[in-house]
Antibody, heavy 121, light 107 residues
Framework: EVQLVQSGAEVKKPGESLKISCKASEYTFTTYWIAWVRQMPGKGLEWMAMIFPGNSETRYSPSFQGQVTISADKSISTAFLQWSSLKASDTAMYYC??????????????WGQGTMVSVSS | EIVLTQSPGSLSLSAGERATLSCRASQSISSNYLAWYQQKPGQAPRLLIYDASRRATGIPDRFSGSGSGTDFTLTISRLEPEDFAVYYCHQYDNSFSTFGPGTKVDI
C-alpha cells in the first residue's frame, strides 16, 4: 500500500529548531513531487512548498519562502520540513502529500497522517 | 497568486438532500487544474475530484465536479451521514498551489 508516514507530535519553545519527516513507501520516491501543507488550529489548508526528490528541485509559496526549508533523502525515501527558529505562530498541523501522477501541477491523492507542532514558552 | 473563494462558508442540510458548493478563482485556471477534498475532524484531507470533474479512485458517484475557467462546483447529489465535513478546493495551475478557505457542510 502506498503511504506517507510522518514523525510524531512535537512540543517546542520559541527560538528552537525543528525538523519533521515524512517517510514514503511502496512507490518510487524519486519520481514523485512531495508537498507540505500547513493547517493552523481551526483553520484551512495552506500550500507551503514542494520538492522533487529525484533532483532536489524545490518550490516555495511566497508566504513560506525563507521561513522553512524542505529537503529529501533519497536513500531513506524521506522528505523533511525544518525550521531554524520557531515562533508561536508556527503552531499547526503539518501534512505531507503526494501528487497522484507525480507531477508538480497535480492533485494530492496520498496524504500523511499529519505532524502536530506546538510552540509555546 | 491565484486566490480561491468558496461559498457558502457553511451549509446546513439533511441527509438525502443535495449539496452544491462553489469555488471561484481570481483568474482563469488553465487545463481545469482544480481539485476538491473532504476533511473530517482529526483526519487528513481526502481527494474527491481532480481536473475539475474526474472522480478519484474509490469516490462514490454521488460526488461530481464541474466548471471551467474561474467558476467550479462540487455537487453531492444525496447527502449521506458520512458526508458531513469540510470541503476544500485546490488549484494546481500556477507556479504554486493554493487552497480555498473551505465550506463546512453540517446538519
Amino acid at each position: 500500500e502506498v503511504q506517507l508516514v510522518q514523525s510524531g507530535a512535537e512540543v517546542k519553545k520559541p527560538g528552537e529548531s525543528l525538523k519533521i519527516s515524512c517517510k514514503a513507501s511502496e512507490y518510487t520516491f524519486t519520481t514523485y513531487w512531495i508537498a507540505w501543507v500547513r493547517q493552523m488550529p481551526g483553520k484551512g489548508l495552506e500550500w507551503m512548498a514542494m520538492i522533487f526528490p529525484g533532483n532536489s528541485e524545490t518550490r516555495y509559496s511566497p508566504s513560506f519562502q525563507g521561513q522553512v526549508t524542505i529537503s529529501a533523502d533519497k536513500s531513506i525515501s524521506t522528505a523533511f520540513l525544518q525550521w531554524s527558529s520557531l515562533k508561536a505562530s508556527d503552531t499547526a498541523m503539518y501534512y505531507c502529500a503526494r501528487p497522484s501522477h507525480g507531477y508538480f501541477s497535480d492533485a494530492f491523492d496520498i496524504w500523511g497522517q499529519g505532524t502536530m507542532v506546538s510552540v509555546s514558552s | 497568486e491565484i486566490v480561491l473563494t468558496q461559498s457558502p462558508g457553511s451549509l446546513s442540510l439533511s441527509a438525502g438532500e443535495r449539496a452544491t458548493l462553489s469555488c471561484r478563482a481570481s483568474q482563469s485556471i488553465s487545463s481545469n487544474y482544480l481539485a476538491w477534498y473532504q476533511q473530517k475532524p482529526g483526519q487528513a484531507p481526502r481527494l474527491l475530484i481532480y481536473d475539475a470533474s474526474r472522480r478519484a479512485t474509490g469516490i462514490p458517484d454521488r460526488f461530481s465536479g464541474s466548471g471551467s475557467g474561474t467558476d467550479f462546483t462540487l455537487t453531492i447529489s444525496r447527502l449521506e451521514p458520512e458526508d458531513f465535513a469540510v470541503y476544500y478546493c485546490h488549484q494546481y495551475d500556477n507556479s504554486f498551489s493554493t487552497f480555498g478557505p473551505g465550506t463546512k457542510v453540517d446538519i
